[in-house]
T-cell receptor, first 112, second 111 residues
Framework: DSGVTQTPKHLITATGQRVTLRCSPRSGDLSVYWYQQSLDQGLQFLIQYYNGEERAKGNILERFSAQQFPDLHSELNLSSLELGDSALYFCASGQGGTDTQYFGPGTRLTVL | TQLLEQSPQFLSIQEGENLTVYCNSS?????LQWYRQEPGEGPVLLVTVVTGGEVKKLKRLTFQFGDARKDSSLHITAAQPGDTGLYLC???????????FGDGTTLTVKP
């Protein structure tokens, strides 16, 4: 158990819909990272937050957004969903910067 | 182009054999991590290396960070079926605020 929690574990929805994925970091970690992992793409970095502020941006689509709240939990919002958005979404936490990341169990999103 | 190149992409061996997987780059990293991921689960941290030339051992696993901090290797001795999984390396560039992941090596150890 990494100490990072993610909810929900599974999510099935339809194209065009909007969903919110939630992540709680390890106690004491200030940074949250979001990743997308699909079968043909590997682990793709989406975005990083540090103590409530956006720190780094990766290959995140405009239809996706995220935020980190004062209690340090984070939410990833995915809108206008497409079939290709079906993937595992992982949250990781760490101290920020060039540190080690600890991954949550992931949310499996299926868009039908 | 991938910043971190992992090889081989796939590896299938028999129980008891030894193996080495590689993580290479032309960039210098301030630190490098190795993770193991099982299907449907999150990557689990195995080790972090920070010093050029550093060698770390974790039971049957030996990790080495290159002298120039541009590459790393993972050697497994007497592989077991429980070692099966996706092995990912991730590196933090010296002037960046996030880590970059390689595409991983998928290891299958047959009993």
């Amino acid at each position: 158990d990494s100490g990072v929690t993610q909810t929900p574990k599974h999510l099935i929805t339809a194209t065009g819909q909007r969903v919110t994925l939630r992540c709680s970091p390890r106690s004491g970690d200030l940074s949250v990272y979001w990743y997308q992992q699909s079968l043909d793409q590997g682990l793709q970095f989406l975005i990083q937050y540090y103590n409530g502020e956006e720190r780094a941006k990766g290959n995140i689509l405009e239809r996706f957004s995220a935020q980190q709240f004062p209690d340090l939990h984070s939410e990833l919002n995915l809108s206008s969903l497409e079939l290709g958005d079906s993937a595992l979404y992982f949250c990781a936490s760490g101290q920020g910067g060039t540190d080690t990341q600890y991954f949550g169990p992931g949310t499996r999103l299926t868009v039908l | 182009t991938q910043l971190l190149e992992q090889s081989p992409q796939f590896l299938s061996i028999q129980e008891g054999e030894n193996l080495t997987v590689y993580c290479n780059s032309s960039s210098v990293f301030s630190s490098l991590q190795w993770y193991r991921q099982e299907p449907g689960e999150g990557p689990v941290l195995l080790v972090t290396v920070v010093t050029g030339g550093e060698v770390k051992k974790l039971k049957r696993l030996t990790f080495q960070f290159g002298d120039a901090r541009k590459d790393s290797s993972l050697h497994i001795t007497a592989a077991q079926p429980g070692d099966t999984g996706l092995y990912l390396c991730a590196g933090a560039l010296t002037n960046a605020g996030k880590s970059t992941f390689g595409d991983g090596t998928t290891l299958t150890v047959k009993p």
